[in-house]
């Protein structure tokens, strides 16, 4: 099993929807939570980081739950510039670098 | 804005040949790291440095992989023979001392090996 685990997709969706990622961990030893976006053969980039208490950036909320391990990204108002790869991201304190997951496709459509 | 630097962006070698890799990490920025990514997959740490010292290169693969960064500061990844299996994104990422989990990605080197 997949220390991050995230549904690959692609989830395909309209200009202007809302749409939603989910991602699960399974070292409880996990302490900092973080979506990277990274476009196609491109480096990835710091999206955002993830909070307990949830944080908004413009039309990106995260979410973290603790007792079930589990992180998500909502995007509301899709534009097509969202049109990338999300990577779910668990980082502990200390030597160990950050573990990735595979990835979610998507592919906003006008 | 800083950014991490990386060469070369593409590599095509042929297998048991040697390819090098190298990293130059923001100003600054004592933790850098090399990660490996095969098509669809996410990255995969290799190796860690703090300052000159390896902290983690418990995913190297040794026998083929080494890892340098002498001065403390630029880094090379170095790969002797090469393997098909190798083909893939080579990621150079850097961090400040003390905030680790915020890392900052070079544009990587692209390799394939036939």
């Known amino acids: 099993r997949k220390e991050v685990e995230q549904d690959p997709g692609p989830f395909n969706v309209p200009e202007g929807a809302t749409v939603a990622f989910n991602c699960t961990y399974s070292?409880?030893?996990?302490?900092?939570f973080f979506w990277y976006r990274q476009d196609c053969r491109k480096e990835p980039k710091l999206l955002m980081s993830?909070?307990?208490s949830g944080n908004e950036d413009g039309r990106f909320t995260a979410q973290l739950n603790r007792a079930s391990q589990y992180i998500s990204l909502l995007i509301r108002d899709s534009k097509l510039s969202d049109s990338a790869t999300y990577l779910c991201v668990a980082g502990r304190t200390g030597r160990r670098a950050l573990t990735f997951g595979s990835g979610t496709r998507l592919q906003v459509q006008p | 804005e800083a950014e991490v630097a990386q060469s070369p962006r593409y590599k095509i070698t042929e297998k048991s040949q040697a390819v090098a890799f190298w990293c130059d990490p923001i100003s600054g920025h004592a933790t850098l790291y090399w990660y490996r990514q095969i098509l669809g997959q996410g990255p995969e740490l290799l190796v860690q440095?703090?300052?000159?010292?390896?902290?983690?290169d418990s995913q190297l693969p040794k026998d083929r992989f080494s890892a340098e960064r002498l001065k403390g500061v630029d880094s090379t990844l170095k790969i002797q023979p090469a393997e098909l299996g190798d083909s893939a994104m080579y990621l150079c990422a850097s961090s400040f001392p003390g905030t680790q989990e915020t890392q900052y990605f070079g544009p990587g080197t692209r390799l394939l090996v036939l």
């Open positions: 993830v909070y307990s």
């Open positions: 440095f703090q300052d000159e010292s390896v902290v983690d």
């Open positions: 070292n409880s030893a996990s302490q900092s």
